[in-house]
């Protein structure tokens, strides 16, 4: 598939140096005039490319202080702040050490130069199916918190925040602040597997999270969220509950990847065939499972 760059179209270009005035200008966004990015990694190639529609004006959220903070703490977890680039997601030693997946999920997103300007935010809003930091947030039971003018916020579990390809709950008035996550389960054990064609700089034809717990022989917390192979990432749910309390066995590993593969509902486009997705959610959720063992 060949996509053609050409100039940016003509627009308007706003940078707000907080939230407030950013909050304030998205209240006058009836038809989504305003169109607020963050790295522009996503947002700038589907303008040039005449892949979205452009907006009369861009609001540009790089000049907001204090939304780029990585903050732990053990009661409430962890707090991703809006500008938090994939490059400082990846590296911090605090996701590294307690949410590895995600860790891995950011690190295996495009090239060091992407990452350092893309947001884990922006990886979300964008809300393709192959997104690579999805299946990690799903497995996470990572919450985001949306903001809008006069204090307007409310929390969305990331479950419930994909709509479609290209869609979620967010409304024209709101911004996305901040990602949390919990404390993950004591002894959790997950890994992230990204299945492309190139090694790198490639999306996802098939991404695979897991995270689980051994508990005296029993599977416990078990999350598998996989990417590209729906129309929005999700949980394979019923794989999940076969795992969860059950003895850790080969055969039940087998199943239950197979039952994964049969919750996916792929798409054959130009970088695989439905089916060929479906085999390998069966083989990455099997390897995945595996490795966390
Ligand atoms: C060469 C290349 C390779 C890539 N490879 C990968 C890959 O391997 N895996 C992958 O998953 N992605 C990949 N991407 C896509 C992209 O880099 C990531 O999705 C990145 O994380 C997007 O972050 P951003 O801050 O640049 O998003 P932006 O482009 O700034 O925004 C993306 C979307 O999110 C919205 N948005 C951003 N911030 C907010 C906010 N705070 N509140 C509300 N809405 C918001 C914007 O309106 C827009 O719709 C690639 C992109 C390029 C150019």
Known sequence: MVTFYRRLPKMGYVKPGSLEEALELLEKN?????????GGTDVIPKLKGRVIQ????LVDLKG????????????KGLYIGALATVRSVETSPVIKERYPILSQAAGSIASIQVRNRGTITGNICNAVPSADSAPALLCLDARVLLYSKNGGER?????????GPGLTVLQPNEILREINISAS??????????????SRMDLAVVGVGVLLTKTNGTFRNVRIGLGAVAPTPIRAL??????????V?????????RTASEESRPIDDHRASAEYRKMMVEVLVKRAIHQCL
Do not use: C, W
């Open 64 to 75: 907001v202080s204090d939304l780029d903070h990585i903050d732990f703490d053990e009661q």
């Open 249 to 257: 066995n080969d055969d039940l590993i087998i199943n239950a990847a």
């Open 155 to 163: 929390t969305v579990d990331i479950t419930d925040f994909f709509k």
């Open 54 to 57: 452009s907006p009369e004006i």
């Open 185 to 198: 389960p004591e002894n959790s054990r997950s890994v992230y597997i990204k299945l492309s064609p190139r």
């Open 30 to 38: 009836p038809n989504g005039r305003y169109r607020v990015y963050a």
């Open 238 to 247: 019923k794989a999940e509950a076969m795992l969860e309390g059950s003895e």
